[in-house]
């Protein structure tokens, strides 16, 4: 079944049509969504059915795979190619791109030390010959390597191809329900996640924790925030905080509380404006949809009757109901003829440390060069 799923698929792509595939985190169903022209179709106002796929710079253009226009179809479990994992190599160093990052870290914590910056996320783009792997090959891989985060497959012959495997959620909303994840702070996984945090990640997930509250807090209400805590993502581990509530239908304005999130400081910093004016002006490239979101937007969901006595009381959940399931377009990379373009970054504060901030931008660079 996965060899005619994946056979559409790549019918689709040689004709140059736009698709993306996925698989959401945790789940075993792998989507394709097949679009069946090739027009660029945007989302100016996030009220559309379909999946989204929008850039860093929230001032541009958002793309749309629209559900009305698309083949919508999924597989329920895939199989994988037995030799589709790449064994870790150890790769030199680029030192000229390590230095670069290296200074790049320590402006930004000059940046921080002289004004009211508390955190700056600097990122870098590493180019890597790319193998004879068709791209569909690359994202079975990232399937089988990456359980628990959002991978996907995504093309559009007038944009480009993207893949990526993503451990993070920025908003999920199922009804009036809602939840958001806060993740922060990164350390190489060594066979445990009984592991002590430096001062410096955790600050830095109280400062995505505490931008988030403070954004959603005219929006949602009944609002509970879990603990902090560990969680794995490929080879890495992370510092995650949950925050789930109800929306205020009453005051809810969708297109505005984006805009409030996007871009979180886990992936621009804080103040917000600030962090994302230093990033334009120094970063010297074009994140493009590294550190953008991506994701269904406003799917009609049937939710199951409730069981029990009180089932009369939740007849409203067993109508249609939208869902909307948007992703941190993090660990990915973009495909450009015979080279793969790898993304990756990290969060930078008063403490940072330039040396420390480089080896965690090449930990973060394997999870998606595995694939490769």
């Avoid at 940046?111 to 180019?127: G, H, N, P, W």
């Avoid at 993502?233 to 005051?251: F, P, S, V």
């Avoid at 010297?284 to 006595?309: I, M, V, W």
């Amino acid at each position: 079944m996965s060899k005619s799923f994946f056979k559409q698929v790549t019918a689709h792509f040689s004709a140059e049509l736009p698709f993306v595939v996925y698989r959401k985190p945790n789940l075993q169903e792998v989507n394709a969504l097949l679009q069946k022209d090739a027009t660029l179709h945007t989302s100016a106002h996030f009220e559309e059915s379909g999946f989204v796929f929008s850039p860093f710079d929230s001032d541009a253009q958002s793309i749309l795979l629209p559900l009305e226009a698309s083949e919508h179809f999924s597989i329920a479990h895939c199989e994988f190619e037995p030799s589709a994992l790449k064994k870790e190599e150890v790769t030199p160093t680029d030192e000229a791109a390590k230095a670069t990052h290296i200074e790049l870290v320590a402006q930004a914590i000059d940046a921080i030390k002289k004004t009211e910056l508390q955190k700056i996320v600097v990122s870098r783009k590493e180019t890597v010959p790319l193998e004879e792997k068709a791209p569909l090959t690359i994202f079975q891989s990232l399937l089988e390597a990456y359980p628990s985060a959002l991978v996907y497959c995504w093309y559009h012959p007038k944009v480009g191809l993207w893949l990526g495997a993503t451990p993070e959620t920025l908003l999920k909303i199922e009804g009036r329900q809602f939840s958001i994840m806060a993740l922060a702070g990164t350390q190489e996984y060594k066979g445990t996640t009984a592991v002590t945090w430096q001062a410096k990640e955790l600050q830095e997930q109280q400062f995505v924790t505490d931008f988030i509250l403070e954004n959603i807090s005219t929006t949602v209400q009944q609002v509970k925030v879990s603990n902090v805590e560990t969680v794995k993502a490929g080879n890495l581990l992370h510092l995650r905080t949950l925050i789930r509530g109800q929306l205020n239908l009453a005051t809810l304005d969708f297109e505005a509380l984006l805009k409030r999130l996007h871009p979180t400081p886990a992936v621009c910093g804080l103040p917000k404006t600030k962090a994302k004016a230093f990033v334009l002006k120094h970063e010297h490239y074009d994140r493009s949809f590294y550190t953008g979101f991506l994701g269904e937007l406003n799917f009609e969901k049937q939710s199951a009757p409730r069981s029990g006595r009180r089932n009369i009381e939740h007849r409203a959940y067993t109508v249609p109901k939208k869902s909307t399931q948007l992703y941190v377009n993090l660990r990915c990379m973009q495909i450009e003829g015979q080279q793969a373009h790898v993304y990756v970054g990290g969060g930078i504060t008063e403490t940072s440390q330039p040396e420390r901030e480089w080896e965690e931008t090449v930990s973060k660079s394997k999870v998606v060069k595995k694939a490769i």
